[in-house]
């Protein structure tokens, strides 16, 4: 029976640990996000691994071939309680990947805990570095905002993403 195992993986090779595994057969899983990143005076968004050193596999440990996996150029080991790789609970994997969007990038603002009336900053896109007035999510990749412009009140949709807490 195939179960989830946590990868360890050296410094910044997730996705070279990721690419290995699967030319080698396994089923790896590298979740990632975007990351906002502020460089130059520019703001922009760049894939980030969703657990930093860490990717997951699909494998029978029953099989001997998952030995292999700590030889895996990028890979340090599995994760383990003692001798044995611990599995990862199937809800947690099929969690995360309920999350991700048309891209497979996972959405993290759900946890930025907005209510109606909260006040949020705009970072990206159009309306970058404008304060609004958080009204509702609209999707599972929208918000509605209320924004101040040109003397009056207007409502806007914006990405998720594109939304941090004032």
Known sequence: MKLWYA??????EEAQACAH??????????????????????????????????LFVQLEIENPMWRVIRSTRGVVDLVRAGVDPV??????IEEIKRRRDAEGFVVLARGLGLKPGSPIRIDIGAFAGMEAIFQAER????????????GRQV????????????
Request: positive net charge; aromatic residues 8%; charged residues 25%.
């Open 7 to 12: 990868v360890h993986t050296h410094p910044r």
């Open 21 to 54: 595994l699967k030319r080698q057969g396994f089923e790896p899983f590298l979740p990632c996000y975007l990351k906002r990143r502020s460089h130059a005076r520019k703001v922009d968004l760049v894939p980030a691994p969703l657990f930093p050193r860490y």
């Open 87 to 92: 599995p990862v609970p199937d809800e947690a």
């Open 139 to 150: 999707d599972e990749d929208r918000v509605v905002a209320l924004l101040s412009m040109l």
């Open 155 to 166: 409502v806007v949709q914006v990405p998720i993403h594109a939304v941090v807490p004032a």
